[in-house]
């Protein structure tokens, strides 16, 4: 399956105003982004009369995609919850995310 999500983290940079009124954090950019694949950067965005970071994260070749329990569900003031994928036998955990969208790959396989 091909998962896309979006995933949320609070705006801890410390922003210089540059001429031209962009916005930049004041770190290293390679320290500041760390290893996200492309097209997984993070951008600003408002939420409950604050500015948080959301990215668009897709992951491809997902066999299960798993949901905390309403009970399990972890007390943030970030949209999201923490969302399981099995990829490959592997698992990877996306702290503070929200499915966007879930698509089979190859919907007829599952009909035969």
Known sequence: ML????????????DSVRSGGEVSPDRDEEAYL???A???EWERTE??????????VTRD?????SLPSIDDRE???????????????GTEYVESAEVVEVT??????ANE
């Open 3 to 14: 998962v896309h999500l979006h995933q949320y983290r609070e705006d801890d940079a410390t």
């Open 34 to 36: 760390g290893t996200d």
């Open 38 to 40: 492309p097209g997984e």
């Open 47 to 56: 939420y409950g009369g604050r500015t948080i970071q959301r990215r668009s």
């Open 61 to 65: 070749g997902v066999t299960a995609v």
């Open 75 to 89: 007390d943030s003031e970030l949209p999201g919850l923490t969302i399981q994928l099995r990829i490959d036998g």
């Open 104 to 109: 089979d790959a190859d919907p007829d396989s």
